[in-house]
């Protein structure tokens, strides 16, 4: 399958600091990819929409100015945690959508970033 | 962003017996997806569904995608303690240049030896 790669896997910044998170598709180009937050035991929570050379699409209720996206490349997408609080803590996922011709596509996970804010 | 309707929640089920969890939609989707997620990890995708009413397998795993396109169903048969994990439906939509993804709230999978 497809590969995406998240870096750094864990991190821990201070209170007040900015922390970007990377999503790299490494065999593909991804028009689209898309950022997710997730709190221990649920499920996937979309933050965001990230088409390649346009501003990205929040979920209602996401701070842009608090989660900066930047989709520069087809295989490269950025989350930046600005001013980082402890409730900004969480395990953040970015997912890559690989389209096709023949097939209508599929959507792969990077690994994830755990963030822990002190 | 909204979710679809996955169930059941979890499951406690003895190593050898058949799982089966489902995801329904109020809404149509082109394509329907089920992930596994181990903890700590990025979900991993296990089967894609494309057409309406198709069937596929993968292995002991089973999922159709409803003939509605509002619905999709994963079995796992025979399962074994290394099926534990978080099981997660999606439905995508493709509009123009957009991709709308949505995800089920997981089905949180037990397996006892």
């Known amino acids: 399958g497809a590969v995406v790669s998240q870096h750094p896997s864990r991190v821990i910044c201070k209170s007040g600091t900015s922390v970007k998170i990377e999503c790299r598709s490494l065999?593909?180009?991804?028009?689209?990819m898309f950022w997710y937050r997730q709190f221990p035991k649920q499920s996937l929570m979309l933050m965001a929409t990230s088409n390649e050379g346009s501003k990205a699409t929040y979920e209602q209720g996401v701070e842009k100015d608090k989660f900066l996206i930047n989709h520069a490349s087809l295989t490269l997408s950025t989350l930046t945690v600005t001013s980082a609080h402890p409730e900004d803590s969480s395990f953040y996922i970015c997912?890559?959508?690989?389209?096709?011709?023949?097939?209508?596509?599929?959507?792969?996970f990077g690994e994830g970033s755990r963030l822990t804010v002190l | 962003g909204q979710q679809l309707n996955q169930s059941p929640q979890s499951m406690f089920i003895q190593e050898g017996e058949d799982v089966s969890m489902n995801c329904t939609s109020s809404s149509i989707f082109n394509t329907w997806l089920w992930y596994k997620q181990d903890p700590g990890e990025g979900p991993v995708l296990l089967i894609a569904l494309y057409k309406a009413g198709e069937l596929t397998s993968n292995g002991r795993l089973t999922a159709q995608f409803g003939i509605t396109r509002k619905d999709s169903f994963l079995n796992i048969s025979a399962s074994i303690p290394s099926d534990v994990g978080i099981y997660f439906c999606?439905?995508?939509?493709?509009?123009?240049?957009?991709?709308?993804?949505?995800f089920g709230a997981g089905t949180r999978l037990t397996v006892k030896p």
């Open positions: 999606a439905g995508h939509l493709n509009h123009g240049n957009n991709n709308d993804m949505r």
């Open positions: 997912s890559a959508w690989r389209g096709g011709q023949v097939w209508p596509g599929e959507l792969f």
């Open positions: 065999d593909f180009q991804a028009t689209t």
